[in-house]
């Protein structure tokens, strides 16, 4: 059995489709539902943003996105150089990985983690 994707559901596609372009250096498909739905293609689980109509409410205690990524160093400082605010700089954990914790538009939680030990 394989992950396939994820819905994170929103008002606003458009904002929502450009930061995780932006956050996530990848590219989008509209071609399955038009302005109120995009797939942003990642490598493995494709992100679907689909819109709705009630009210976005997210707990911040809310499971969250974590990426793998080679450089969580240069991550923060591309995102940080493209307007993305974090509560802190990247931390390294005594479990062998060193990661950053920032927020989409509708607040959800997104990890950029990056393994550093064994």
Same mark, same amino acid.
């Given at each position: 059995?394989?992950? +396939?994707?994820? @819905? ?14 932006? *956050? ?8 399955? !539902?038009?302005?109120? +739905? ?5 490598? !493995? /689980?494709?992100?679907?943003?689909? +819109? ?6 997210? @707990?911040?205690?809310?499971? !969250? ?6 450089? /969580? =160093? *240069? ?5 940080? *150089?493209?307007? /993305? ?12 990985? +060193?990661?950053? !914790?920032?927020? =989409?538009?509708?607040? @959800? ?10």
């Amino acid at each position: 059995m394989w992950l +396939r994707c994820i @819905n994170i559901p929103t008002n606003d596609v458009a904002r929502m489709r450009d930061f995780y372009t932006t *956050a996530l250096k990848a590219g989008y498909d509209e071609s399955h !539902g038009g302005p109120d +739905r995009c797939e942003i293609l990642t490598q !493995g /689980v494709t992100l679907v943003i689909c +819109r709705i109509q009630a009210p976005v409410q997210i @707990n911040p205690e809310s499971c !969250g996105l974590e990426f793998e990524v080679e450089d /969580v =160093d *240069a991550e923060y400082e591309r995102l940080l *150089a493209a307007g /993305v605010a974090f509560d802190s700089p990247p931390v390294t954990y005594p479990w062998g990985w +060193r990661a950053i !914790g920032f927020k =989409d538009p509708d607040g @959800n939680n997104i990890d950029f983690v990056q393994q550093v030990g064994t």
